[in-house]
């Protein structure tokens, strides 16, 4: 069993939740979340949740994205940016290996997730999803209550307990609960797309993720609902590792800690492959850039 499995089993308090899942435990090294919080402050600029090391991906044998390289560090926003086609997507979908579910796409090089290989034989995609969460650019709320789509997961997963408990919480870590607690048998079609999509966020936390990836989450919303998420992103990252593809750039700069520019490179007449030009703290990336093409991008002037 892993050590985050066994903490979790060991202690119930995680949320007042003993997940029987863990029982069961899958090949995946998760570091626990210290309850020291001095140790963990000293312990968090070092820690990498994820280490991409010279990853392709191709589909149907056409490589996407080439040599991707970068880490994600533990309670951090890293932020993807580039232009549209590079590849963001593709690359934000190998961490919790939702490529798996595409026909034909293959993942070369190496993803360790906390130490150990992500794409290793032992480990348990299903298992994989639920630790590493995602929220996707549309909000994609079930067409079931706003109660139910924060159940749905833990209840999938078998969580027993007070699950009136782990909604409410799911629910306050997502900012949403006081818009909703008097609401909860509604529809979650009638909260406004903003709401829906922290709902969604909320049903990513009701299963008590390690990381959370999102992809565009902000596309889809207006200016004031993009910043409730924005504010809300910059809350979670004191629990939670978050990994943001966007091609906003403003938002890049706003809550990420982290930025790796992906690029398209033209190969074979006008297939491209996107690469990373560029991955350094965000105030760098935004003030200071190495590259040409990063400055040209994040000035506007091309892109
Ligand atoms: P971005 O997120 O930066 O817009 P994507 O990851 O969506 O880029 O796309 C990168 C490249 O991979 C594009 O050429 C796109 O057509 C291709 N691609 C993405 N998803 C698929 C898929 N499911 N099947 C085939 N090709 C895909």
Request: hydrophobic share 40%; glycine share 8%; aromatic share 4%.
């Amino acid at each position: 069993m892993t050590d985050e499995l066994r903490r979790r089993e060991q202690d119930p308090g995680h949320d007042g939740v003993v997940d029987p899942v863990a029982r069961e435990g899958v090949p995946i090294h998760i570091e626990g979340r210290a309850t020291d919080a001095s140790k963990t402050q000293a312990r968090r600029a070092q820690e990498v949740v994820f280490d991409v090391r010279g990853v392709t991906v191709s589909y149907a044998g056409v490589p996407a994205v080439r040599d991707i390289a970068f880490d994600v560090r533990a309670r951090e926003i890293t932020a993807l940016i580039g232009p549209s086609g590079c590849g963001k997507s593709t690359m934000i979908r190998c961490l919790n290996r939702m490529n798996d579910l595409i026909p034909g796409a293959t993942v070369e090089g190496e993803i360790l997730y906390n130490g150990e290989n992500l794409y290793g034989p032992r480990v348990d995609p299903v298992q994989v999803r639920k630790l590493i969460g995602m929220v996707f650019q549309k909000p994609n709320p079930f067409p079931k209550s706003i109660y139910d789509n924060i159940a749905f997961g833990p209840r999938v997963i078998g969580m027993k307990g007070d699950m009136d408990g782990v909604v409410e919480r799911a629910l306050k870590r997502a900012a949403l609960w006081e818009e909703v607690k008097d609401r909860l048998k509604e529809n979650a079609y009638r909260l406004s797309g903003g709401q829906q999509q922290r709902l969604c966020i909320a049903r990513c936390l009701a299963v008590e993720p390690d990381v959370i990836l999102m992809d565009e989450p902000c596309s889809a919303l207006d200016p004031i609902a993009t910043a409730r998420i924005e504010d809300l992103m910059l809350e979670l990252k004191d629990r939670y590792s978050i990994v943001i593809v966007t091609h906003n750039m403003q938002q890049a700069a706003r809550v990420s800690d982290m930025t790796a520019v992906l690029m398209p490179e033209v190969r074979d007449g006008d297939q491209t492959i996107g690469h990373i030009v560029e991955y350094a703290d965000t105030g760098k990336i935004f003030t200071n850039p190495d590259n040409k093409r990063t400055e040209e991008y994040v000035t506007g002037r091309v892109g």
